[in-house]
């Protein structure tokens, strides 16, 4: 038994270790890194930029710079005062998107309320962007052509891949419509040749439509919000929510979007919160700029 496993409550779902899963990506971006590097005489490169000092946000940051040493990803953090302006930080993804030894750019987001995410966002080199929130690469995704994607529903898509292997002709429902996971996710599952359904805030009859799913991902920041009557049984479900809340100690703790306990009952297959989604995310960031510094040396290599 794992680690995670030992952890959780007792539960029929099988547990989907992402922390272990995460791991493997991480040895397989460290494997191509180092051949990147002796190919081309420089590591892939990652820009990490953070405004504000937001605790959670730089915690977050540091992860990223540690994991993407160990990686063999050089890393060049730029942490900024809340006070930088707009015209400030769209200088500095000037220099950024110049800047050769640079193969990825992200930027922390939430931003500041007086900056301007679209416009930040839309100023990146769209083959830098790591992140996959690009206009450009939300199209290419659309299009089904190759591009970047966001990093936590590619990380979803790779653990689904991993135990259900060729994804087709299964129905797969996305609990949550934002541009980071719930759009991008239902894409990647149509690219993947789902039957897919999106359902939020505003969809009727949100227990019979969860139901019928054999693939149930959940995205909505709202703790439990899902539980086991909306589980079809032996569904695989990931629970892509974060939510800090208080135990009844009054101890801080992390849950999901999904009922843990009820679920497991019902589920064949669960992500946890923490350990599940979360690790994927910074691992997919990895594999995300060792891809684009791929994409980027091939394309300069084709060039007169």
Do not use: W
């Amino acid at each position: 038994m794992s680690e995670l496993a030992e952890h959780q409550p007792q539960a029929s779902a099988d547990l989907i270790d992402g922390k272990a899963f995460a791991a493997r990506v991480r040895g397989e971006v460290a494997t191509g890194a180092a051949d990147f590097a002796a190919a081309n005489g420089r590591q892939p490169g990652l820009a990490v930029v953070l405004v504000g000092s937001d605790a959670a946000s730089q915690v977050y940051v540091r992860t990223k710079v540690r994991q993407a040493a160990e990686a063999g990803i050089s890393s060049f953090p730029h942490l900024l005062e809340a006070g930088t302006t707009q015209a400030q930080l769209l200088a500095l993804i000037a220099t950024l998107n110049a800047d050769e030894r640079v193969d990825g750019i992200l930027v922390q987001l939430p931003l500041p309320g007086t900056l301007d995410e679209s416009a930040v966002i839309e100023a990146i080199d769209p083959a830098k962007d790591v992140d996959g929130f690009h206009p450009v690469n939300v199209g290419r995704l659309s299009a089904g052509q190759p591009s970047l994607v966001p990093c936590t529903p590619l990380g979803c898509l790779l653990l689904l891949q991993d135990r259900l292997g060729d994804l087709s002709g299964l129905k797969a429902v996305v609990v949550g419509r934002s541009n980071i996971v719930g759009k991008p996710m239902g894409q990647l599952l149509l690219n993947a040749n789902c039957t897919v359904t999106t359902v939020h805030s505003r969809s009727r009859n949100l227990v019979a439509e969860c139901r019928q799913a054999d693939i149930l991902v959940v995205a909505v920041g709202r703790p439990g919000m899902i539980g086991p009557e909306h589980i079809k049984p032996g569904a695989t479900v990931l629970d892509v929510g974060i939510n800090r809340v208080e135990d009844r100690a009054g101890q801080s703790m992390l849950v999901g979007d999904v009922d843990f306990a009820g679920a497991s009952a019902v589920a064949g297959a669960l992500t946890p919160v923490p350990g599940g989604i979360g690790p994927m995310t910074v691992a997919c960031l990895l594999r995300n700029t060792l891809t684009a510094a791929r994409l980027r040396t091939a394309a300069q290599s084709a060039q007169p």
